[in-house]
């Protein structure tokens, strides 16, 4: 069986970022443990890893609110595309199968835009969850099949042994790219590394094996081999008969941003700032492009620069809330007070359980002589913020401080 149905269904042609926000229900926040601090947006993600294989809907619900308290963070996004279609395993078996109507549901494709925004913040993540998604595919293909045979209710019976052949394959399919991938979702990065080198020059696409290879690589740090395999696969990639359907995670757009995000860690801002470039004369709308050259021309002192390529990310993307923070905070360092509140208040609206725009925010008020508006910036920060954050205490004595100087 060949692995890569299992890494990512996901399709140029996804839902606006925006309308997954607008669309979708707010679920109830799932109850933390008594000693959780429920404004910790890792309690509610470990709550989701916990949960997912026996309640998909609790964990999705819980992988949201992670999303939520941070919404920079890519790991929850992804969590939650996970959960979403683990809830109606006939519908995953339908996905996986890439049939034309689910895919271009309005439903999937807010869930596949889960993914796009995961990938755009960090498409380096570790994706440990696609094993679980590829065994309750094959689990709930077989049951299907079974259904179809027999056409009884006591098919059900058989689930737990139609499990126990499946994870039975799962561990002994001998295929090199299979061992690879079942490697890397267990974390055994340099077992990974070896079977894909092994594969490499049998592989159907040398492209996504290059990928892979390149983004375990960049997990290891290895961040010469990271380049160079990210490198075969944007050439491989080019290659490529043009009317092909392309996959997000391997367009050229995508490809460029990994190469930059490598080398912006290897401390060549340079060369990264061209690959950056280089991702948005593929995809002007790659907001998450801009927001890395916005931080290298803050990093080099070029605050203009800096602002130019965050107001991009924004006007690319008016309704995601981390752009619209960063481009906030850089003008509050710029000393553009007014602008910088107005933007902090816009990502507010947009997130208002994302403690760090507050802090910033009432920080403006102050350098504009509002201490009464900074009081309740400082005062909602400090109920938002995780009670071990290194600036909540600096709040709330601030908080007295201000108070204390009122007429």
């Known amino acids: 069986m060949y692995c890569r149905p ?29 000693d959780a601090d429920t404004n910790n947006a890792m309690a509610y993600y470990q709550l989701g890893l916990d949960r997912i294989r026996i309640d998909p809907d609790m964990a999705a619900d819980a992988f949201y609110w992670a999303s939520r308290i941070v919404p920079g963070w ?33 439903e999937i494709m807010r869930i596949d835009s889960l993914e796009y925004r995961a990938r755009q913040l960090d498409p380096f993540l570790h994706r440990r969850l696609d094993w679980l998604l590829a065994r309750t595919y094959l689990t ?15 098919v059900e019976e058989l689930r737990g042994e139609v499990e126990h052949w499946i994870d039975r394959y799962l561990w002994t399919a001998s295929g090199m790219e299979w061992r690879a991938w079942r490697a890397y979702s267990n974390g055994q990065f340099a077992a990974a590394l070896e079977h894909y080198a092994s ?47 392309v996959i997000l995670y391997e367009s050229k757009a995508m490809l460029e941003y990994s190469i930059g995000m490598v080398l912006e860690a290897a401390g060549k801002p340079g060369a990264a700032q061209e690959a950056y470039s280089r991702a948005l004369v593929e995809d002007m709308a790659f907001w998450a492009a801009h927001l890395h050259l916005g931080s290298l021309a803050l990093a080099a002192g070029d605050s203009l620069m800096a602002l130019s ?20 905070e850089a003008l509050f360092r710029a000393a553009q ?60 004595d601030r908080i007295n401080a201000l108070k204390q100087a009122q007429p």
């Open 337 to 396: 007070h007014s602008e910088a509140a107005a933007q902090l208040e816009r990502a507010i609206e947009l997130e208002p359980y994302y403690a760090q725009p507050y802090l910033t925010l009432g920080l403006a008020h102050e350098a504009l002589g509002n201490s009464e508006s900074a009081i309740t910036c400082y005062v909602d920060f400090v109920a938002r913020v995780v009670t071990t954050h290194d600036m909540r205490d600096w709040a709330v």
């Open 309 to 328: 390529e965050f107001r991009f990310a924004v006007d690319a993307e008016p309704n995601l809330t981390w752009p619209r923070v960063m481009l906030g």
């Open 199 to 245: 594969s490499l020059n049998r592989a159907k696409d040398r492209a996504s094996v290059n990928l892979q290879r390149g983004q375990i690589f960049y997990l290891l740090r290895q961040l010469d081999s990271a380049q160079a395999a990210l490198s075969e696969a944007l050439d491989q990639a080019r290659q490529r008969d043009k009317d092909e359907l």
């Open 140 to 154: 709930e293909t077989a049951m299907q099949s079974l259904r179809e045979s027999y056409r009884t209710a006591r």
């Open 6 to 34: 299992f890494l990512a269904t996901l399709w140029v042609a996804v839902a606006p970022l925006a309308a997954q926000e607008r669309d979708e229900r707010v679920p109830d926040r799932p109850r933390l443990p008594a």
């Open 74 to 106: 890519a790991g929850p996004l992804y969590a939650r595309r996970v959960a979403l279609l683990l809830k109606d395993p006939r519908r995953l078996v339908y996905y996986m199968e890439r049939r034309e109507s689910v895919l271009r549901s309005r």
